[in-house]
């Protein structure tokens, strides 16, 4: 009986030790990346649900929330013809306030990926069309394949969000003195790469969204649904995105 009972009294011990380490491990995480924390736990903040998995500003106008709800389901249907369907389900902060956006992003626009699931962060320049499918693509790439080469990543949300695709042969020429200086997008491969890649990072958007664009007239919506399958079945990213082009 004794015996048991230092048992027990061995596991509360245990358990509180587990539970002050996971508290001090939470607490340092939200020191270390408190935007992302702040997003994670946005359903306990004074932020408003207006839809499942979508919070606004609690002061947010109601004609400007039906006006968000509707450009959603734009956007979703943007991305919805890309990729046949909608699988991610992202939770989406969108702020009409700068302050607000502060609490979860840097910028202006922001797709995480965490241990909450996506979440997508969007602040007063980003509450459009453009910018949500364009995050939306984001979310659905990442949901379907996983991380991919961050000049691929941007490419496609560039190429659905529609933002340069009028001007971009011109654009391109420009950047590429016709095609004879090809950018080299093996050094694009990360975000980070990818954001000092060049001087003026919308040059760096443009030719990822050139490039995939490109690549995607080229095999059409039925070469690019073998493409995502050849990646979800664990094949290399370049091998089968050159195997298309």
Same mark, same amino acid.
């Given at each position: ?196 890649? %060049? ?33 979800? %079945? ?12």
């Amino acid at each position: 009986m004794l015996y048991k009972l230092g048992n027990i009294k061995l596991c509360y011990k245990i358990i509180a030790i587990l539970g002050v380490l996971l508290c001090i491990a939470t607490a340092g995480y939200a020191a270390a990346a408190p935007q992302l924390t702040n997003s994670m736990l946005v359903r306990w903040s004074d932020m408003k649900q207006i839809a499942p998995d979508i919070y606004v500003d609690p002061h947010m106008s109601t004609k400007k929330q039906g006006i968000l709800l509707r450009d959603i389901h734009t956007a979703r249907e943007r991305v919805s013809r890309l990729f046949g369907s909608i699988e991610a389900e992202p939770v989406l902060i969108l702020s009409d306030s700068i302050d607000t956006l502060r609490r979860y992003t840097s910028g202006s626009a922001q797709t995480y990926s965490s241990a909450a699931g996506i979440i997508i962060v969007l602040g007063p320049d980003g509450l459009n069309v453009p910018i949500i499918s364009h995050e939306l693509t984001h979310a659905e790439l990442y949901h379907r394949v996983g991380k991919v080469p961050a000049w691929f990543d941007e490419g496609l949300a560039m190429m659905v969000d529609g933002r340069y695709t009028e001007k971009l042969e011109s654009n391109w020429n420009q950047m590429t003195n016709n095609g004879k200086n090809q950018p080299d997008f093996s050094a694009m491969d990360t975000h980070r790469q990818f954001e000092t890649a %060049n001087k003026d990072i919308i040059s760096t958007y443009m030719l990822s969204c050139y490039e995939v664009t490109r690549w995607y007239k080229r095999i059409g919506n039925h070469g690019f649904q073998d493409f995502l399958k050849e990646i979800e %079945n664990g094949s290399p990213f370049i091998p089968a995105y050159n195997k298309k082009r």
